[in-house]
């Protein structure tokens, strides 16, 4: 079994920060990319950030500049550092990680965490 756990959600000001986590954790030979996705009501979710297993990042055009993502391979966690925060990046956040669960396993698998609330308002 794999779990995909997000923590540090929560509401900010317009112009805060706030870090979000997720770690996985489970039965994993090994993962590919980690990232966030969000959606905000009554939109198709979307590309935050994400990173390969290389190190490679790529971020949503919308938060270029502002939020960064770093990622512990030990750990298999990934950090979003979200800085200069406006309403329009209230959403739910949901982490995503493609993993390898066993050396024999023919593909990777998407696991999604349950998710976590981001409101920014004053």
């Known amino acids: 079994q794999v779990q995909v756990v997000e923590s540090g959600g929560g509401l900010v000001q317009p112009g805060g920060s706030l870090r979000l986590s997720c770690a996985a954790s489970?039965?994993?030979?090994?993962?590919?990319?980690m990232g966030w996705y969000r959606q905000a009501p009554g939109k198709q979710r979307e590309l935050v950030a994400r990173?390969?297993?290389?190190?490679?990042?790529n971020f949503g055009d919308s938060v270029k500049g502002r939020f960064t993502l770093s990622r512990d391979y030990a750990k298999n966690t990934v950090y979003l550092q979200m800085n200069s925060l406006t309403p329009e990046d209230t959403a739910v956040y949901y982490c995503?990680?493609?993993?390898?669960?066993?050396?024999?396993?023919?593909?990777?698998?998407?696991?999604w965490g349950q998710g976590t609330q981001v409101t920014v308002s004053s």
């Open positions: 990173i390969s297993s290389g190190g490679s990042a």
């Open positions: 489970g039965s994993i030979f090994s993962i590919n990319d």
């Open positions: 995503h990680a493609e993993i390898w669960p066993s050396r024999i396993t023919i593909a990777p698998h998407d696991y």
